[in-house]
């Protein structure tokens, strides 16, 4: 696939976007405005500054910017977890197996194969049941919302133009709302209003990338066709987004940079800055081409809409640790430098080159 094809295709995106402008009348469902920095996936992205459009060193590069993937010729699996810390734990608690694999937690898989990669997430997941009072009357609320995505990414480089990579995100979404609402009355539980609908989805990114000997540019607009259709209610779209950046490649280091906003509605525009730091090194400090190849990798950034006082700041901070064809990865963030706040990401790969 040459990337004069990717070029037709976002033609007819953008045409999609514009039959998915259509309005439905409001939904008791969260807004669909899901890639936003700090629901990113990868922790390796995440350490770094809360976006990735121009490294391709990343398992999960097709979440950010699926042209990340037109340089790949190995095969890869990873996982990552969320690791959101709402219970008193010590750090080896927080760590453990059993913590990682509750389903709350579960993030996102990738199979990475060559120019493609295939991929599972939980997009939303939330639970609320409770009890309420309000113009002197008792209320109880129960709400969950589940929505999942599958999504195979693509990216090609045209032999003409050496330089530009073109990726698609193609995206199938599936999810269930249920909510119910009822008014305490004589000491009863009297139903005020209920839902049970299914809903079906699909969306799509596209990015680029282009590739100099130090610098690399990379943009991406995500969700720029989208369509949700409920089994009740009228069709809706998801948010759209754009995003671009560029990456300052020295011996073993990295500076980004990159900024992100809505398309069509109030920007809520966020700007990002990362560094990562890398060591390769044998195993036993062999010289023998054939011993296998250990990495360090240090990450740190920020990102904010206004960088206005330190509470509107997100800072990020992660490391990373490959061994032959294992890699593990850990991130945090946190608003302030508040880290008892902190969220964390965590994942686990195995690479076949």
């Not at 409770?130 to 009357?137: A, V």
Request: aromatic share 14%; glycine share 8%; charged share 20%.
């Amino acid at each position: 696939m040459r990337i004069k094809h990717f070029m037709v295709v976002g033609l007819f995106f953008t045409v999609l976007t514009g039959l998915s402008a259509l309005t439905a009348p409001s939904l008791p469902a969260q807004d669909y405005d899901y890639h936003i920095p700090a629901n990113n996936v990868s922790p390796i992205t995440l350490g770094m500054g809360g976006i990735n459009l121009t490294n391709a060193a990343d398992y999960f590069a097709s979440y950010d910017n699926p042209a990340l993937l037109a340089d790949n010729g190995g095969t890869a699996f990873a996982t990552s977890f969320r690791i959101k810390n709402s219970e008193n734990l010590t750090f080896s608690e927080l760590m453990s197996a059993s913590n990682l694999l509750k389903d709350k937690q579960f993030m996102y898989y990738t199979l990475v194969a060559k120019n493609t990669a295939w991929t599972y997430q939980p997009v939303s997941s939330i639970n609320i049941s409770e009890i309420y009072s309000e113009s002197g009357n008792s209320y109880s609320r129960y709400y969950d919302y589940q929505l999942e995505k599958l999504q195979l990414s693509l990216a090609a480089k045209d032999e003409n133009y050496t330089h530009l990579a073109g990726g698609l995100n193609l995206k199938y979404l599936t999810g269930r709302l249920v909510y119910l609402q009822e008014k305490m009355v004589n000491g009863y539980l009297r139903r005020e209003e209920f839902i049970d609908n299914k809903v079906k989805g699909v969306s799509g990114d596209l990015g680029f990338t282009w590739q100099e000997e130090k610098v690399t540019w990379g943009f991406c607009a995500y969700d720029v066709f989208s369509r949700l259709w409920w089994e009740s209610y009228d069709s809706k779209s998801l948010q759209r987004r754009a995003a671009m950046g560029i990456q300052y490649n020295m011996d073993k280091l990295a500076l980004m940079g990159s900024v992100q906003g809505k398309i069509a509605k109030t920007s809520e525009t966020t700007y990002h800055f990362g560094l990562v730091k890398n060591w390769t090194w044998k195993a036993g400090g062999s010289t023998d081409s054939k011993s296998a190849e250990q990495n360090l990798i240090i990450r740190t950034g920020l990102f904010s809409k206004d960088f206005n006082g330190t509470k509107n700041i997100n800072y990020t901070l992660g490391s990373g640790y490959n061994y032959n064809m294992f890699r593990v990865d850990f991130a945090l963030t946190n608003d302030g430098m508040q880290l008892r706040d902190s969220q964390y990401l965590f994942s686990v790969g195995m690479g076949i080159q």
